[in-house]
């Protein structure tokens, strides 16, 4: 909490003695810069209203008042939210709009969820919207806005991190890695609690279909920010509101067919506005405006149709070349006047603006050269940077000339005040000024241009302090924003160098932004890696760009794309013989068919990275192989080669001291040791990775530890430790954040409770996992908790809950191509329609299962369609077919070792012979289940004795 203070009037009367020792006015513009604060503050500071104590004690020592406590009003003192920081609305300056306020601030308070306010640019929209977040600011918690005008936060996840951390909200490393994720979560805030958001610039997202249109189609890399925007404005209700500027209207909102969404075409500001504005910018050196003034000031507002940008430029024009004198200045520039008023019409105004922003600039050259090339060199910085950086284009000049021409821009209205970073004022122009101010640079000096983009990459990398506390990537923005610079002016070999620093444990800048799963920013600064190592012939460097592209389009899903980059960069990597390299691009490959599921070809790329892992002697290369070899041969239900290669990668990790390998490792093998029915190995296994989970401090890894030992004993029917150990999952999930994490363990608890007859609990685990699957927009996980919502109603007996469930699931699958998925929803459908007595129908949902498993290539999938397909033709009384299925079925279960499903197997063949009338051979058959089942200690062991019981009393 801020704590704000306010001036007495004894001591406001004390204040103004001072500063009128130092010859300013009481609005001199000196003064709160001095004190590193706004006009609007100052104003604040001098009509006795709390303002912050920072902002205070700065106005009182800046007219030479150390003892700024005598100036307090005692009663004052107080904590507060800290106040609202805008960079284009400023009380003192603010004219008009008064009806547009007061219409737009009811329909926000309305139905109204989101607000465009569309114009050209310098209208005036960026302003309208704070000014709105004011009016609404009591109603409405206000956010730091997103504006695109910074480019490092256009794509969604950077804006979506930012305004989640606002919230107080933990984004991870692996959050950035699913978009839909971040964007249901961040959905699912905005409707439960009052927020206020803005977003400014959206036309920066926008492109034309042909070259001379309008922006008003979102780009391809932005097109889920239309996703976003919809989300948005469905559902019954949403407390939160947007107000988004764009000088474009998007036809994606012009064609919605939601009527929660409004738009402002914004005009220019009345006659009596334009000349209020011009009053409130003249009054600043206490101007007196005589009626001819005024006659003159109506037409040039005119002339511009009230754009306010232009009549500040000019009121500043008035003010440092005339003094304030407008009938001079008017007497000057009247024939230029004249013309422009000739040209009418609202279609010619973007052009006329821009014009008048080019006479602007050409008279700041006239008049202050220095102000001018400060201005035109500063316009190389994209985004606000402190004075010094301003300052460093000036070279020797001395301190007082740096202030003079500053202050001569600021009275130009040609620079605005950002904020204050640390002790210093940031500054940025306006869009409008610094594209034309960079264009002049650019065109008319490039040696200047040359030499104003290598003094900003110094300045970022000598004089840039990032601020505590801010996203991850702030701490490495002057390295990118250096080599940035470094890009535009060619300068290929620094723009590399700064490329390979490793700012963060041992790792290059590219690296590290993969790791922190900044995708977006990867795919930009990568396609510029890319551009240099072609223009230099490096084919080395220009295999690691398109390694980097691979990887981070992988790591967004984008998989088609990512194996496009990857086989560019294996063709590079063969050229040049690097078979290092070689190996990893084919490993990256094989990662990528792995995640589409298809877990052959993903075996025809793992095996030869491991081959010439082998052959170089990469240790580390070899340990990543053979894990990934593991992963596709356990999908494939393969599970003793997925042994063999997770043993052959766990000896490797050891020996080379990668404990967080080996972790991995061995809760890889504990998994399949327990879909191989071992349940006493697997726990040995996942209580080793445990132990280093917590070594390391691997909280993550120590979750998963827990989960999967939970789950080894609910396989055991060891229901109480299950409880316990997923119990445990849960905890650590939601301490660290991890929601996909929390969605999972709720669900092996509600597994848990099913098996133990407790339906109310196991609903409530799946209806939780369900709702967070749903708001983080896991739509795998969405569907698992239906799946699961159906098997629990299916033992309530309810099959058309189970059936409505499991339907549901069944559609997520095939939206989202989830083969698995939609086999095991198939099999749930068949299993409620056999209970029903559907049993042709049954069989049916059961033999697509089938079909699913045997194309995708998952045994255990197989066995279990089979199996089913077994049981509901021992329900038609059909035997000799409910046997051929169950013999097929249990040829599966021993051929992929999977004990428990064999025990089940058994079990089916005993009950089908015990009906043929063969009762030796259903007791052979219930005794090898029963002594399977006993040696694994699940709980069918007590159905088989059971069974065994009933055969040796009738064949007795």
Request: aromatic content about 10%; charged content about 25%.
């Amino acid at each position: 909490m801020a704590v704000t203070l306010k001036a007495s009037k004894p001591g406001r009367e004390k204040v103004d003695q001072a500063r009128r020792k130092k010859g300013w006015t009481a609005t001199a513009a000196a003064w709160y810069q001095d004190a590193k604060t706004s006009a609007a503050t100052l104003k604040r500071f001098r009509r006795g209203l709390p303002i912050q104590q920072d902002a205070f004690i700065g106005i009182c020592q800046a007219v030479g008042i150390e003892n700024w406590q005598e100036i307090v009003d005692e009663n004052s003192t107080e904590s507060t939210v800290p106040p609202v920081t805008f960079t284009a609305y400023a009380e003192e300056t603010w004219v008009g709009r008064t009806e547009i306020i007061t219409q737009w601030r009811e329909k926000l308070r309305g139905n109204c969820r989101i607000l465009l306010i569309t114009g050209i640019t310098g209208q005036g929209k960026t302003a309208l919207a704070e000014r709105l977040a004011v009016e609404l600011q009591q109603e409405w918690q206000y956010l730091p806005p997103v504006t695109f005008d910074d480019e490092t936060i256009r794509d969604f996840v950077s804006a979506a991190e930012k305004l989640l951390r606002n919230l107080n909200e933990r984004v991870t490393t692996e959050d950035r890695k699913h978009p839909d994720l971040l964007l249901n979560r961040l959905v699912q805030k905005l409707r439960r609690h009052p927020y206020l958001v803005q977003i400014d610039s959206l036309e920066a997202l926008l492109f034309g279909k042909t070259g001379l249109a309008a922006r008003t189609e979102f780009q391809e890399p932005y097109k889920q920010w239309w996703q976003f925007f919809q989300a948005v404005l469905v559902g019954t209700e949403c407390q939160s509101r947007l107000i988004v500027t764009s000088q474009e209207l998007p036809t994606s909102f012009a064609s919605c067919k939601f009527k929660t969404w409004q738009n402002i075409q914004l005009p220019g500001l009345s006659y009596s506005e334009q000349l209020e504005l011009f009053e409130k910018h003249l009054n600043q050196a206490e101007v007196t405006i005589s009626p001819e003034a005024k006659s003159y000031l109506e037409r040039i507002g005119k002339a511009y149709e009230g754009h306010p940008l232009v009549i500040e430029v000019i009121a500043g024009e008035i003010l440092a070349e005339f003094a304030g004198d407008v009938v001079g200045y008017w007497q000057r520039y009247q024939q230029e006047f004249a013309a422009i008023e000739a040209v009418p019409g609202n279609d010619a105004l973007q052009l006329k603006v821009k014009e008048r922003v080019r006479i602007s600039l050409g008279r700041l050259a006239r008049d202050v050269s220095l102000g001018f090339n400060l201005l035109l060199s500063s316009s190389v910085y994209r985004r606000p940077v402190p004075e010094s950086f301003w300052f460093a284009m000036l070279g020797d000049t001395t301190e007082a000339e740096k202030a003079t021409v500053l202050n001569t821009l600021k009275l130009r209205a040609l620079v605005i005040r950002e904020g204050i970073q640390g002790s210093q004022v940031l500054l940025r122009q306006h869009n409008l000024v610094r594209n034309t101010a960079y264009e002049l640079l650019k065109t008319n000096n490039e040696s200047a241009w040359y030499k104003a983009h290598k003094i900003a990459a110094q300045m970022w990398l000598n004089a840039y302090q990032p601020e505590p506390n801010r996203d991850k990537i702030e701490q490495v923005q002057a390295y990118l924003e250096a080599f940035h610079h470094f890009y535009q002016i060619e300068d290929w070999k620094k723009a590399l160098d700064i490329l390979e620093i490793e700012p963060i444990s041992g790792n290059n800048l590219l690296r590290q932004l993969l790791i922190w799963g900044y995708y977006r920013e990867i795919i930009i600064y990568s396609q510029q890696y890319l551009t240099i190592a072609r223009e230099i012939g490096d084919r080395k460097c220009e295999a690691k760009a398109l390694g980097n592209l691979g990887n981070a389009y992988q790591s967004l899903g984008e998989y088609s794309r990512a194996i496009e980059y990857h086989q560019q960069r294996l063709t590079i990597v063969k050229k040049i013989g690097d078979r290092q390299d070689e190996g990893g691009v084919l490993g990256d490959l094989g990662n990528a068919y792995d995640a589409l599921g298809d877990y052959r070809l993903a075996i025809k790329y793992h095996q030869p990275h491991l081959t010439i892992a082998r052959e170089i002697g990469d240790r580390y290369g070899e340990e990543c192989a053979l894990g990934n070899l593991s992963n596709a041969y356990d999908a494939l239900g393969d599970y003793s080669r997925a042994i063999d290669y997770l043993q052959q990668c766990l000896t490797i990790a050891r020996e080379i001291g990668d404990r967080y390998g080996e972790g991995t490792a061995l809760g890889n093998l504990g998994n399949t040791y327990r879909s191989l029915g071992d349940y006493s190995r697997a726990i040995e296994y996942h209580q080793q990775h445990l132990t280093i989970a917590r070594e390391i401090g691997d909280r993550n890894g120590e979750g998963r530890a827990w989960g999967n030992l939970g789950n080894a004993y609910h396989a055991l029917g060891d229901y109480n430790r299950a409880i316990e150990y997923n119990q445990q999952h849960l905890t650590i999930a939601k301490e660290i954040g991890d929601r996909c994490g929390e969605g999972i363990a709720l669900g092996n608890l509600g597994i848990t409770y099913d098996a133990l007859g407790d339906y109310s609990c196991a609903i409530n685990c799946y209806q939780q996992s369900l709702t967070i699957a749903r708001e983080i927009g896991d739509r795998y996980g969405e569907g698992f908790a239906l799946g699961c919502l159906g098997n629990a109603y299916a033992s309530l007996e309810d099959y058309s809950g189970a059936i409505k469930y499991n339907q549901q699931s069944l559609i997520i699958a095939r939206e989202i191509g989830n083969r698995q998925g939609e086999g095991n929803a198939l099999g749930g459908l068949g299993n409620a329609y056999k209970s029903l007595g559907n049993y042709s129908l049954a069989i049916e949902y059961h033999q697509q299962h089938f079909t699913i498993a045997r194309e995708i290539g998952n045994r255990y999938g197989e066995g279990c369609a089979l199996g089913n397909i077994g049981v509901t033709f021992r329900k038609l009384e059909q035997y000799s077919e409910a046997l051929d299925y169950s013999q097929k079925a249990l040829e599966i279960f021993q051929e992929i070792g999977d004990r428990s499903s064999e025990a089940e197997a058994f079990k089916n063949l005993a009950e089908i012979h015990y009906k043929l009338g063969n009762f030796n051979l259903a007791l052979d058959y219930c005794k090898q289940a029963l002594t399977l089942a006993t040696a694994l200690g699940i709980p069918p062991a007590k159905d088989c004795q059971e069974l065994k019981d009933k055969l040796e009393a009738d064949g007795n």
